[in-house]
Nanobody, 120 residues
Framework: QVQLVESGGGMVQPGGSLRLSCVAS????????MSWVRQAPGKGPEWVAS????????YYSDYVTGRFTISRDNTKNTLYLQMNNLKPEDTGLYYC?????????????WGRGTQVTVSL
């Protein structure tokens, strides 16, 4: 059974940092491109970043380029998202997705999510 368990969310002030983790199980993690997707309150899902199976390639949305870093540790079946210089508009539920960028917005590939709130 495929499982994706996100953690690391929380409340932080603007300009702060958080590191999200996603532990994967039930599939061959090192064979899959992985992504992060987020959903702000009252809005549709938004693709954030993707990484190739061996970390050779990373891709970022324009909104997070230069502030967020996606990475993975295939020995630990874990995906990460380092988020720096957080802004209030980064607030939302962050989901780990077992999918490349083109498929990342399909909900069947997501975990349960972790909440990120950026506020004074």
């Amino acid at each position: 059974q495929v499982q994706l368990v996100e953690s690391g969310g929380g409340m932080v002030q603007p300009g702060g940092s958080l590191r999200l983790s996603c532990v994967a199980s039930g599939f061959t993690f090192n064979s899959h491109h992985m992504s992060w997707v987020r959903q702000a309150p009252g809005k549709g899902p938004e693709w954030v970043a993707s990484i190739s199976s061996a970390s050779s390639y990373t891709y970022y949305s324009d909104y997070v380029t230069g502030r967020f870093t996606i990475s993975r540790d295939n020995t630990k079946n874990t995906l990460y998202l380092q988020m720096n210089n957080l802004k209030p508009e980064d607030t939302g539920l962050y989901y780990c997705a077992r999918a490349p960028r083109d498929d990342a917005l399909q909900r069947q590939f997501w975990g349960r999510g972790t909440q990120v709130t950026v506020s004074l």
